[in-house]
């Protein structure tokens, strides 16, 4: 009794010792956390529970290796306090270092048997590292020495994982096992809860045994499913699917219609099960079925049954009271005249047709009904598609009738808000009928005269329009926003047509307009960056992509909107956020997803455990995350390497993982639904669209991963020079091997000259770059430098060097002269010397002080134009026309080709040093004639020399973007297209401009038309590109200028 107390007594002392760090920590106070935790340690040196919260601490200052070292040398004691294990895993889960949790609780077990708490800490340390037989183990002796239901299913599930891992040797073992060990527990009649039955089901179904599966539901266990009718019918529905039981199902099916028609479900669940009825009409295929519930005789086995049904719910609800007209019932005709249409081949199929009546008709009648709502063009757009050509032009004729026949009331004076919720109804209405126009094709047959009349037409019923939007708040999305949508693709046509960017930029005038208007409208904003940066310009874009609040999921989804053009564009600063944001969703969905799994366990849901080891899975195997994980690597190798960071500093923080990418496992979760354009089905994105932008992908990530990999082995053996053989150079033999595959694959792949549909998926990189043998070039790089440690490890062959160095020179020469851009060698302009400061763009609108800096996104601001109309007449500078993104593109390529280039040259400057002071040792004892020094010597002062000269070049072709940009800018008010503009839009104020960080930048009022801000915003974003490529290129000048052999 007396040790009891004295323990308790010390207990208490402890945690009031440490109570001011767990505070400290809290408030996320580390210095002071790692201060106190030092005075308790030396008051009691040997206070585990304080040298764990000092490893916290000195992990949240960034001090990680020291954190390391104390958390290794108190696990390897052996804790068993409950502070000290949770704070050590606390530490551990902060690290991401899962596998290292639970190796402290086994010891922890081992000293304290039986221990329900650490058993059960164990376990879940186990579902963390997701090893499903530790699992098992655990959970078995959980329920050995504390016989619970949960554990023992802990330990079932823990089974069921390992089925799933391996489906052989889990039905063969796995399954059996579990399903046993359940209907043992369920003789002995100690089944407690609906999670413990589900998991039987879960058991059942995995082997296939859908009959036992029934008779669960429908024994005694089913009472306990918390929404008993509805959960049971469900889980029914799925088993009669796997059963063949399809007059069950449909004569369900029937039932609900009748009493729930406008349920979508019950229409594809009564028309599913109808047609396998039909295809299997003989009685020996429906002898399975079971004459329990509802009987056979109630399921219909013949379309003429469907048709009176539908024609029956149909003619119900035309002939209805309600104040809310169903769409279900018109849908489901529309539906069933679908499939029977696919039937022609039968002959009675011709009379159901003719019953169900002429689909044009129905469709009219349904947009009379419902053209009003949103949702009705998503509603016909399948069941247009499927009419033949003739009921096509029958309804565009139709629809051409409507739209004439409709214009807006100018002379409405009742301006009451009664009255512009009808109006906007009625804009809908028109905006169905402009947008059924474009896709069944009228755009397309238009002269370009009259697609700009049409286009007039659209920002005139705008303008028209947005007062009656005006009583919305500003959270709401305008219904007339569609009209700027339907006008600036009409503009995207026109440029698909004549290949002239006046229409992008009109496009984007006319989108720019209608975002200031409606700011949370993320269509406009999607379509505005897709059109920035198919001209080339990004800078907006990242601000645009902000204020769309992408987050979670998304940024998996749709990361790829930015993340797969801003680093080819060269603004490297914003592609370190956008990649930094991404790898932050992966990293946090990995931790989440493990929580979830341990909150499955605890809840019981064992039904969800399954469903979150593959969404795991499906975004840790994202073609986003590898692609964007390789891009980041990539770039700080180009942009940091040996500049702000030496490079070996930067291999140790690489986000690359050690293993390669397994590409059969890879998925696509990029999300090319958010389209809006309205297009023909023949123009449509399609299936094979999406397939051939993903193996392009993968050829593009194959490439980078290689060339990255290459690049850090090339370093590696670099730094190895004293301990360098023949087989160091093994792996970058394979590697240049698999790199001259991927090149030949990729360029023989037919999928390289696909054109995608404009929102389909964006032009993969690859394309552009083998256009400039930018691949060719990269294998001749890492060609040279493999060449040249082959010829420093024996010195006796002939490596042909010089051969290749010429062939690396060339090709990066020629990449930038099909840049279209000048390349003149001498004294560089002094604005060149300019380009070595920090740039400030500074907008010669601004009325004050109103620099910005060059490396922040600036956005489109607020412009005093009162009307969109005039965008057609606008008058689009050349210098807007003339910006050309293959060019920006291509100077970006050459530009990172030459810093990978002097990256390796300067960490191969310590071996040909070695290798000249060893030819000087030995001239220093050989007496008499001197040997030459080695070739190599030469060879490599000669290549400093030539790249020096290459760097020169480069940064002649970046200043001549510059200053075109620059020019772009200049006398703005003399342009007589953009002085027009100004004159008749020039009547407001300048909003505060939103800069990419979020932050807001205090700017004076000024009378800036939009037109000025464009040219502004392009200018401003060429400079931050070719600023960024210039500091870069002077880096690496000055790296050359430091090599001394």
Sequence with gaps: MAS?????????????????????????????????????????????????????????????????????????????????????????????????????????????????????????????????????????????????????????????????????????????????????????????AEAEVRLYLIVLEMLEKHEKCLEVLEGKHARYFMLEGEEISILKTNIY?????????????????????????????????????????????????????????????????????????????????AKRTRRGPFLAVLELHKRLKLMTEKESISTLLERTGNPVELIIEFVELFSSKPCCFGDLEPYVVSLESEGKNELLLKINEKVLSFILNENETDETENDDKLKEKKIQEHLFYLEMQ?????????????????????????????????????????????????????????YKEEDDLEHLWKAIYILELGKQRSTI????????IRLYCEIGIFMPCAQIYDSLDIKHMQQDTLGYIVCHAVSSFGHYQLASQAFEASRAFFISNNKDSLELLIACFRNGTFHKVSEFISFRNHVKDSLHSALTTTEHTYMDLVTQGDLDIPYYDLIETCCLPDERFNFEILTD?????????????????????????????????????????????????????????????????????????????????????????????????????????????????????????????????????????????????????LAGLTAMGGTLPNATKRSNKKKTVKHDHCHGDCDHDDNDSVC?????????????????????????????????????????????????????????SEAIKKRRRKKGKQAPMPSIITFYQEFVSELKNLGQKLLSAIEQMSADAETMTLD???????????????????????????????TTPTTTPLPDQLVQLASDSILNSTNQLSEIIQGRLGNLKAIKV
Aim: aromatic share 6%; net charge neutral; with cysteine.
């Design 4 to 192: 009891q107390a004295t323990a308790v007594s010390l207990g208490s002392v402890n945690e009031r010792r440490l109570r001011p760090v767990y505070e400290h920590l809290d408030i996320g106070n580390n210095k002071s956390a790692l201060h106190e935790a030092e005075k308790v340690l030396k008051k009691q040196k040997d206070l585990s529970a304080a040298k764990v919260l000092k490893v916290i601490a000195l992990n949240r200052l960034g001090r990680r290796d020291e954190a390391f070292a104390l958390s290794q040398e108190v696990a390897a004691l052996g804790p068993t306090d409950e502070n000290s294990l949770q704070g050590l895993s606390l530490y551990y889960r902060e690290t991401h270092r899962h596998d290292l949790i639970p190796p402290i609780y086994e010891s922890a077990v081992s000293k304290c048997v039986g221990n329900e708490e650490y058993l059960t800490h164990l376990f879940m340390s186990y579902v963390r590292t997701e090893k499903p037989k530790d699992m098992q183990r655990v959970a078995i002796l959980l329920y050995k020495h504390h016989p619970k239901n949960p554990y023992l299913f802990w330990g079932i599930m823990a089974i069921v994982m390992q089925a799933i891992n391996d489906e052989k040797l889990g039905k063969m073992m796995f399954l059996p096992l579990a399903e046993r060990m359940i209907e043992k527990h369920i003789e002995k009649g100690k089944i407690e």
């Design 241 to 321: 699917k796997k059963l063949g039981k399809w007059e069950k199902i449909n004569s369900r099916n029937k039932v609900l219609l009748k009493k729930e028609p406008d349920t979508w479900n019950h229409v594809i669940g009564y028309l599913d099960s109808l047609e396998r009825l039909v295809d299997n009409e003989s009685k020996e295929e429906n002898s399975n079925a079971d004459d329990a519930g509802t009987s056979s005789e109630d399921a219909d086995h013949k379309w003429e049954q469907a048709v009176d049904l539908f024609l029956q719910l149909l003619e119900s609800e035309r002939s209805s009271n």
């Design 438 to 494: 474009r896709f069944l094709g009228h755009h397309e047959a238009l002269k370009k005269t009259d697609k700009i009349e049409v286009v007039t037409d659209l920002l005139k019923r705008y303008d028209q329009g947005l007062k009656h939007s005006s009583y919305r708040p500003v959270t709401d999305v305008r219904v007339v926003d569609d009209y700027l949508l339907l006008a600036a693709n009409i503009m995207i046509d026109l």
């Design 521 to 528: 409208n993320f269509r406009i904003k999607f379509t505005l």
């Design 669 to 817: 979760n990029r999300d090319f639904s958010i389209r809006f354009d309205w297009m023909p089905e023949h123009k449509q994105l399609k299936k094979s669209h999406t397939d051939v932008s993903f193996t392009l992908e993968k050829h593009w990530l194959r490439f980078r991963e290689l060339q990255v990999r290459s690049i850090l082995e090339l370093l590696k053996l670099a730094s190895q020079s004293k301990t360098l053989g023949d087989s160091g150079l093994e792996t970058m033999n394979s590697f240049l091997k698999e790199l001259e595959e991927i090149v030949d694959n990729t360029r023989n792949d037919p999928g390289i000259s696909v054109e995608f549909p404009f929102h389909g998926p964006p032009r993969s990189r690859i394309q552009l770059l083998l256009e400039v043998k930018y691949q060719d070039t990269t294998a001749t790089l890492l060609r040279l430098f493999h060449k040249l440690l082959a010829e420093i490890i024996n010195p006796e062959s002939e490596k042909d060097l010089k051969k290749v160095s010429e062939s690396l020179i060339s090709g990066i020469e020629d990449a930038l002269s």
């Design 860 to 916: 489109v601001t607020s412009s005093p134009e009162k009307t969109v109309e005039s965008a057609v007449n606008l008058i689009v500078p050349n210098s807007l026309k003339d910006v050309k993104r293959y060019k920006l593109e291509r100077l970006v390529a050459t530009c990172e080709l030459f810093s990978l280039t002097v990256l390796l040259t300067n960490n191969f400057s310590s071996l040909i040093t070695e290798v000249r």
């Design 972 to 1002: 703005l008010s003399k342009m007589d297209g953009v002085k027009g503009e100004k004159e008749k839009l020039a009547n407001g104020e300048v909003e505060p401009m939103q800069q990419s960080n979020g932050e807001t930048e205090k």
